[in-house]
């Protein structure tokens, strides 16, 4: 079974800062989709950024970056010049390329960005 | 706005109760995923749908059961039911092929049960 790991329940950082999260994953396939979602306050569950494992350019959308480590099953979103619309909760979640392609998510991790 | 739909957005009722909660998916999307978030659980999985039919199952109690219609829209039952259930549902929707696998989410339908 495949599981995922957020081990910062919390953090806070100063507007403009760089802030990185910690996701960690098991699974015994070689073929999957890592993602990070962002949940503001509204609930909404946003796509932030996408990694495909074949891939080993780390992706990057605008502030937000991923440094993917395949071996070590490591996946860490580093967002930076963060900004007040930054503050959500942020889901790391895997998902296998195969039929049943039902996503998993981390317990999370709530990113508070302080002016 | 990720153009899934859900309704309601907020449901309150008691225990013993049924509901029935509703998905709109993307236009040309034929797979329709449910999910709960709830505090001590996190985001689960429930069930997978892909053009009517069921495709995967996850953590779902048998209380609950869930169907797609030919619209594509898909309905998600939760019966007898119990403080515990209190959470937020999400409706995910993806076209389902192997080329596009990216799941966008509703906005979610809270469910209370008092």
């Known amino acids: 079974a495949q599981t995922v790991t957020q081990s910062q329940p919390e953090m806070s950082v100063q507007e403009a800062e760089t802030v990185t999260l910690s996701c960690t994953y098991d699974t015994s396939e070689n073929n999957y989709y890592l993602f990070w979602y962002k949940q503001p306050p509204s609930r909404q569950m946003i796509l932030v950024i996408r990694?495909?494992?074949?891939?080993?350019q780390n992706a990057t959308e605008n502030r937000f970056s991923v440094n993917f480590q395949k071996a070590a099953k490591s996946f860490s979103l580093k967002i930076s010049d963060s900004q007040l619309g930054d503050t959500a909760m942020y889901f790391c979640?895997?998902?296998?390329?195969?039929?049943?392609?039902?996503?998993?998510f981390g317990k999370g991790t709530r990113l508070h960005i302080l002016p | 706005d990720s153009g899934v739909t859900q309704t309601p957005k907020h449901l309150i009722t008691a225990t013993g109760q049924r509901v029935t909660l509703r998905c709109s998916p993307r236009?040309?999307?034929?797979?329709v995923y449910w999910y709960q978030q709830s505090l001590d659980q996190g985001l689960q999985f429930l069930i997978q749908?892909?053009?009517?039919?069921?495709?995967a199952k996850g953590n779902i109690l048998e209380r609950f059961s869930a169907q797609q219609f030919p619209d594509l829209h898909s309905e998600l039952n939760l019966s007898s039911l119990e403080l515990g259930d209190s959470a937020l549902y999400f409706c995910?929707?993806?076209?389902?092929?192997?080329?596009?696998?990216?799941?966008?989410f509703g906005p979610g339908t809270r469910l209370l049960v008092l």
């Open positions: 749908y892909y053009n009517g039919e069921e495709r």
């Open positions: 995910a929707s993806s076209p389902g092929d192997i080329t596009s696998l990216i799941q966008y």
């Open positions: 236009s040309g999307d034929l797979s």
């Open positions: 990694q495909e494992a074949y891939k080993q």
């Open positions: 979640a895997f998902m296998r390329l195969n039929r049943d392609d039902k996503i998993i």
